[in-house]
């Protein structure tokens, strides 16, 4: 499996996925205008790393915003990481939200009742 490196631009966030590290990162804005597309590499890579990866693996959500699509195509990559574990490999979901947005702060909330699982909540200031 190869590393999986998308730039940022305006309306997307960088995408580093690192199989070999056990390492995902998203990171900036996500408002792409077809988002199912956007993160469709992304999600084949998840579900290639939860049959083939050895690598336990943390995922660090850094996001200023996202629209309606990416929020879905979010909880679908979320999904797919618990897909992981149930592969038996560790994954540790930290979400990081500004200080004052308390908005993204309860998305990530939002996101781990809807699957019954666990994130570290990381307050800071980009």
């Known amino acids: 499996m190869e590393k999986l490196?998308?730039?940022?631009t305006r309306i997307?966030?960088?995408i580093f996925f690192d199989p070999s590290?056990?390492?995902?990162?998203?990171r900036g804005k996500?408002?792409?205008?077809n988002a199912l597309h956007f993160y469709s590499k992304l999600m084949t890579s998840i579900e290639e790393f939860a049959l083939q990866g050895e690598q336990n693996l943390v995922a660090n959500?850094?996001?200023e915003y996202f629209n309606t699509s990416s929020s879905k195509c979010l909880f679908d990559l979320l999904k797919k990481l618990l897909l992981v574990e149930k592969n038996g490999k560790r994954v540790s979901i930290n979400w990081y939200y500004e200080g004052y947005d308390e908005d993204m702060q309860e998305a990530g909330e939002d996101y781990a009742d809807l699957l019954g699982t666990t994130f570290n909540f990381v307050e800071t200031e980009y």
């Open 5 to 8: 490196i998308y730039r940022p």
């Open 61 to 63: 959500f850094k996001l």
């Open 12 to 14: 997307t966030p960088l």
């Open 21 to 26: 590290r056990g390492l995902l990162e998203l």
């Open 30 to 33: 996500s408002s792409p205008e």
